[in-house]
């Protein structure tokens, strides 16, 4: 799982403990051993260089010793002070060792009385370096975001005071400054763009272990979905180690130029398993450019969330194999694409002249209009294309957009033991239209306009699925639901078609979820 949560904790829990791992004997694992190769025998000499000696591959450097003398002074350990509510002592999850509140710091357990009091004081560590000679230090959003107090330790182990100047939660990237001047400092690289393979060198603080040097290549490159809170970056992916207090530290080429800032691992342990993700410099420069200029960043923002189109929703609706667009699941109220007239269920094929492929690149593309622009999209409705304009709004700030109900709300749905199952049975549910009784029933809320009820899940599918009394179907095939009547003509319409699914846009209390039903064989209805 992705471990950037974890990187939180260490960087706010301030991790300095390196547990001894095998203090010696033999580690095996499989292949751990050489095993002989088929029709080779006798004694293997490897090739020696021209100069006699044993020469890396071409392209392999001889030593990272060099690079590391030259970028090392640039890299800093961060110290951060922070307030957090959690319990005194507190097991970090896959880790043999604990986090340990500073006894006689923090202003009450949170729950106390019935109040959260202020939390516990908690310390922190991460990683950052030198963009400026006048002081200036990239870090990640996540290591400085809740810091009262930010502590910078420089390579000569001398300790300054630094301030935030600017962060972008959207990247996970943070800009903050010492005072002082002539700092070593590194530059990003933006031109030459690292191929998979290529050899990277990680320098920060594991585990407040200042001064780590760790090497391996890139092992991927445009990670895009590693991340859902940041979704403007297509990651790099690097197997030199990164662990905790790495965060916001730098990823080198072997020139010593930065190519990446150091943001994130898979991992199911909680350490480095060689899959560590690095946001490249060509998203980070230019976002810390502009927050070095005290600019705050912003981004276009539609109102809508959005899905990929994949080979099953196609399947099921009946659209030709090469279709590609961003499938809209739903569309915030009052916000800028429902008064641009989008609706739940349209698939975004073009914004402006470019071609969507998927619903990160159309995040990305809206991202990119500034707030006010206006934005044309060609979206495909009801199987026919048809072209849009809506006028651009501002993207809130991610915490407002993980704390907003995206469309969904509060209600609760029914309780099992007060299910309605009047209605008729259609394509494995029986379904009831949408008035003001089970409106009533089911606290469908008036922001749902049209659509049919879910009484019951009847058949297995159906149940394994999820289906609960007081979801709402809004579409069925490629087409909206106004009456039961239209879900049966588009199960009729599947099974004429030879196919076993039916596609559903369906309303839950969580929020629109586009879902693909296998329907009953022959229509039958299967017992429960």
Request: aromatic letters at 6%.
């Amino acid at each position: 799982m992705l471990k950037r949560k974890e990187f939180i904790l260490g960087a706010t829990a301030g991790l300095t403990i390196a547990a001894a791992a095998t203090a010696g004997g033999v580690i095996s694992w499989p292949g751990a051993h050489a095993e002989p190769v088929s029709g080779m025998s006798g004694r293997l000499v490897p090739s020696a260089g021209a100069a006699g000696l044993f020469a890396p591959p071409q392209g392999a450097p001889l030593s990272f010793a060099d690079i590391f003398q030259q970028v090392a002074p640039a890299v800093v350990q961060i110290d951060v002070k922070t307030r957090v509510n959690r319990p005194r002592t507190m097991q970090i999850p896959g880790l043999p060792f604990q986090f340990q509140v500073p006894q006689g710091q923090g202003q009450g357990q949170p729950g106390e009385d019935g109040a959260e009091g202020e939390g516990e004081t908690a310390m922190g560590a991460g990683s950052g370096f030198f963009i400026s000679a006048d002081g200036y230090i990239v870090t990640n959003n996540h290591v400085v975001a809740d810091a009262e107090e930010i502590t910078v330790i420089l390579s000569d182990e001398r300790e300054l005071t630094a301030r935030l100047v600017g962060r972008d939660e959207a990247t996970d990237l943070a800009v903050i400054k010492v005072d002082g001047g002539d700092f070593p400092f590194v530059s990003f690289e933006e031109q030459a763009q690292p191929r998979v393979g290529d050899w990277v060198i990680a320098v920060g603080n594991p585990f407040g272990l200042g001064g780590t040097a760790t090497a391996g290549i890139v092992s991927a490159s445009a990670r895009g979905s590693v991340d859902a809170s940041t979704p403007y970056t297509d990651y790099l992916q690097i197997d030199a180690a990164i662990n905790r207090g790495n965060s916001g530290g730098p990823t080198f080429d072997i020139y010593g130029r930065v190519i990446g800032v150091n943001s994130a691992i898979y991992s199911p342990t909680g350490g480095s398993v060689g899959i560590g993700f690095a946001i490249p410099a060509g998203v980070a420069k230019p976002i810390t450019d502009r927050l070095m200029r005290g600019e705050t960043i912003e981004r276009g923002y539609l109102g809508v969330e959005i899905g990929n189109l994949t080979r099953e929703y196609r399947e099921t609706m009946g659209l030709p194999a090469d279709t590609k667009g961003a499938f809209i699941n739903n569309v915030t109220p009052g916000g800028p694409a429902e008064r641009g007239g989008l609706q739940a269920g349209d698939i975004v094929t073009r914004l402006g002249d470019e071609t969507i492929d998927s619903s990160t690149e159309l995040t990305r593309l809206v991202g990119q209009a500034r707030p006010g622009d206006t934005i044309r999209l060609q979206v495909l409705r009801d199987g026919r294309s048809q072209t849009l304009t809506v006028r651009s709004g501002t993207r809130p700030s991610e915490a407002t957009l993980r704390g907003g109900d995206n469309g969904s709300d509060d209600e609760g749905q029914t309780p099992r033991g007060e299910q309605n199952q009047a209605g008729e049975t259609v394509a494995g549910l029986t379904l009831a239209p949408l008035n003001a009784a089970t409106r009533e029933r089911y606290a469908v809320p008036a922001t749902v306009q049209s659509g049919v009820v879910v009484t019951e899940a009847v058949s297995a599918s159906a149940r394994g699925i999820g289906f609960q009394p007081g979801f709402v179907i809004l579409r069925a095939g490629n087409s909206p639901v106004n009456s039961v009547a239209d879900v049966r003509a588009a199960e009729a319409a599947a099974r004429a078609a030879n196919r076993t699914n039916i596609f559903l846009l369906v309303r839950t209390p969580a929020g629109n979820r586009p879902v693909v039903l296998e329907l009953p064989r022959d229509g039958a209805t299967p017992p429960k």
